[in-house]
């Protein structure tokens, strides 16, 4: 089994920058892909960004393309998601999830997923 740990949410106002954390354990070894969605009030939760497990592949959602980053520690099993010029329609709850397979933008292909984290972008 594998653990995910979300950590790094919060208030900022727009414009700022915040970053998440997904600290991974257990199995850690088997996982190939780790991504990050998010899910606001009301909406389906979609797809932000993934990254694999030896980093080659990177993919973003347009939205955050250009203002997000996604990157990996191994050594701390923790992947990171760099946010800035944040806008108040990043304001939802961002979930890590990982799989034992390629880059995907579909969350149902995930296996196992952490709790989340509120990210509030004020205007």
């Known amino acids: 089994q594998v653990q995910l740990a979300e950590s790094g949410g919060g208030l900022v106002q727009a414009g700022g920058s915040l970053r998440l954390a997904c600290a991974a354990s257990g199995r850690t070894w088997s996982l190939e892909t780790t991504g990050w969605f998010r899910q606001a009030p009301g909406k389906d939760r979609e797809f932000v960004a993934a990254i694999s497990m030896d980093g080659v592949f990177i993919d973003y959602a347009d939205s955050v393309k250009g203002r997000f980053t996604i990157s990996r520690a191994d050594a701390e099993n923790t992947v990171y998601l760099q946010m800035n010029s944040l806008k108040p329609g990043d304001s939802a709850v961002y979930y890590c999830?990982?799989?034992?397979?390629?880059?995907?933008?579909?969350?149902?292909?995930?296996?196992?997923w952490g709790r989340g984290t509120q990210v509030t972008v004020s205007s």
């Open positions: 999830a990982s799989r034992l397979t390629g880059v995907s933008v579909r969350g149902e292909q995930y296996e196992y």
